[in-house]
């Protein structure tokens, strides 16, 4: 892992723009990104056992309701003291990530006031935060892209090492992984306007 991490440290983006077309750079870049996926969900997969806040069953009784009540109960129900108050399309997203739990342990989806908790039941919701880091991932290749095009021209590509920097946010490692918030597709309009500026000064930064 720790020499996949230094390719991307001793690779520069920009500088495949005067050695290739465009969809090589492309190809290289996308290559790069799935390089950083693969590390970065190694080092998660290894905090499985970790620490977990009480954000765990908050998730795990939201994929409950999402799945095993109407629709028109989703917001009224109170079993549990952790009731569904996030906006309609995360309860999608938490009735998406329901169906792959039905398959992997169908008791971590039953409403009760008790919290539940098993070793399937952890490893799916630790998993199921590894894959959608994919959008967050996503997002700041597109904000990275789109900050070095607008400073050296439009056939670069952008800087990977700020794309590892920003990606591998140990604030995000702590928040998303170990206190289990489950943020990354919330994060992702937000990463859009706030990166822009991080990257920009990078950019002055880092050759």
Known sequence: MTEVLLYFITFDGGSAAGG????????????????????????????????????????????????????????????????????????????????????????????????????????????????????LLLGVWAQATAAKRWAEGPQVLPSLPLVALAFLDAGLLLVDHIHFQVRPLRECPVLHITSGCVVLLLLYVVP
């Open 20 to 135: 290739g077309s465009g969809v090589a750079m492309l190809s290289a870049g996308a290559r790069r990104c799935a390089l950083l996926y693969v590390a970065a969900a190694g080092l998660k997969l290894l905090l499985l056992p970790a620490y977990r806040s009480t954000d765990f069953e908050v998730h795990r009784n939201w994929m409950a309701i999402t799945s095993s009540l109407p629709l028109r109960e989703w917001y009224l129900d109170k079993t549990s003291q952790w009731t569904l108050d996030y906006p309609p399309l995360f309860a999608w997203f938490e009735r998406l990530l329901s169906l792959g739990a039905m398959l992997v342990e169908p008791a971590m989806l039953v409403v009760s006031a008790a919290p539940y908790e098993s070793a399937a039941t952890v490893a799916y919701q630790r998993v199921t935060v590894i894959f959608t880091d994919v959008v």
